[in-house]
């Protein structure tokens, strides 16, 4: 079974603050992990995967496998990164993709 | 980028009759198609996983014959909710995936259906 676990609900930082939305996930494979994102009033959009390796809009993630997790961080939050973000796992090919229960980020200005 | 226009983005209904919601890929061919419910605390559960071509595969707990989906074609899918009850009231998305060439993996969303059933 995989299963995705996000143990905070709300996160508030203030802004300029560092921010780290934490995600442990639970597969026997090698899974693919993702970070999406919600903004208020959009659709669900990707944020970043982990085979890529790259900062999209700050936000950087490493897959570590020893502690199964892949939490999210940028280094100085800006209001306009409140939103809701999903960690999300899907064990490649035609696997099926599951979500955490996502974490709402509030930037406080 | 890839876009997934879900339809309708709201309907209510009365009580015992069936909506049907549509979620298609305008410009790449979706593998695979995933449906999800979006409860009010904004969590995701996934209700099924839909390859063209073949029969959905539900998740536990998600009744087959209530919530019947068809993935006929490589961009469209179909979730018809039969018999419904208030307690089916929620905000159902839909996601789509392209497994070919160039692949990335990722899930492109539809906007999201809004159903109330009174």
């Known amino acids: 079974a995989q299963r995705v676990t996000q143990p905070e609900k709300l996160l508030s930082v203030f802004k300029g603050a560092p921010v780290e939305l934490k995600c442990n996930y639970s597969y026997s494979g090698s899974p693919e992990l993702f970070w999406y994102v919600q903004y208020s009033r959009q659709r669900l959009q990707l944020l970043l995967r982990h085979i890529s390796r790259e900062s999209i809009k700050g936000f950087t993630a490493d897959l570590n496998k020893g502690e199964t997790s892949f939490h999210l961080k940028k280094p100085f939050a800006q209001e306009e990164d409140s939103a809701m973000y999903y960690c999300a796992l899907s064990g490649g090919g035609y696997q099926k993709v599951t979500f955490g229960t996502g974490t709402k980020l509030q930037v406080i200005p | 980028g890839a876009v997934v226009s879900q339809h309708p983005s709201r309907v209510i209904c009365k009580s015992g009759t069936s909506v049907k919601i549509e979620c298609r890929s305008l410009d790449f061919q979706a593998t695979t198609m995933f449906w999800y419910r979006q409860f009010p605390k904004k969590s995701l559960m996934l209700m099924a996983t839909s390859n063209e071509g073949s029969k959905a595969t539900y998740e536990q707990g998600v009744e087959k014959d209530k919530f019947l989906i068809n993935h006929a074609s490589l961009t469209l899918s179909t979730l018809t909710v039969t018999s419904a009850h208030p307690e089916d009231s929620s905000f159902y998305i839909c996601?789509?995936?392209?497994?070919?060439?160039?692949?990335?993996?990722?899930?492109?969303f539809g906007e999201g259906s809004r159903l109330t059933v009174l």
């Open positions: 996601s789509a995936r392209y497994r070919g060439p160039e692949a990335t993996g990722e899930l492109f």
